[in-house]
């Protein structure tokens, strides 16, 4: 019994933590934010913010993990189509809009956002085939895909996601379809058709 009071004391400090940082993070800005505002934002002590975290950088990267393992948890489903696994991508970036927009916006962190194209990256590389002849570089079409997810994100939140998720999906699909056609036409590694 304990440990179920504890992980629940824990869940609440960590939605009281996050929600503290996207409220700061639209205020003042990622790189204005401390600790110490948070904790007091939270209604959190700072001995119990250091419990589990080291600085604010690892408290957003805790949320993002979870987020991204929830977001990767709904791609597993074998029975869904790659369309459906990228509505389901945009359903979880609807539903953590707040998280993304605060860090992805004008106020954001330019860390972040670097570290979401890189997470991205390394899960669209691991779905997608090597195009006949070889890629023109490691790492080329995942890059500039999980570069095209994240400008997708942040336009469609910065207009007040001015359609529904299956909306900016398909849209996002077609877009990185033309990219994966493109590259799927290499037949020599750094020179076109």
Not at 45 to 56: E, I, L
Not at 71 to 80: E, I, N, P, Q
Not at 111 to 134: E, I, N, Q, S, Y
Not at 168 to 193: C, D, K
């Amino acid at each position: 019994m304990l440990g179920a009071v504890e992980s629940v004391r824990v869940r609440r400090t960590r939605k009281l933590l996050r929600d503290a940082l996207v409220d700061l993070i639209e205020e003042r800005g990622f790189e204005r934010v401390t600790v110490a505002a948070i904790c007091e934002r939270a209604m959190v002590s700072r001995a119990a913010f250091y419990r589990s975290h080291r600085d604010k950088y690892q408290l957003v990267e805790l949320v993002f993990d979870e987020a991204v393992a929830e977001m990767l948890g709904s791609f597993g489903a074998a029975d869904r189509t790659p369309l459906e696994r990228w509505v389901g991508f945009f359903e979880h970036v609807d539903a953590y809009h707040r998280f993304y927009g605060a860090l992805l916006g004008r106020n954001g962190s330019a860390w972040f956002a670097d570290r979401m194209r890189a997470t991205l990256a390394g899960t669209v590389a691991a779905h997608l085939p090597p195009p006949p002849g070889g890629r023109t570089g490691p790492d080329l079409v995942p890059a500039v895909l999980a570069a095209m997810s994240v400008q997708s994100i942040t336009w469609w939140l910065d207009n007040g996601r001015p359609v529904p998720p299956r909306g900016i999906a398909v849209r996002s699909a077609r877009l990185a379809g033309v990219v994966i056609a493109e590259a799927q036409s290499w037949r020599t590694p750094g020179i076109g058709p």
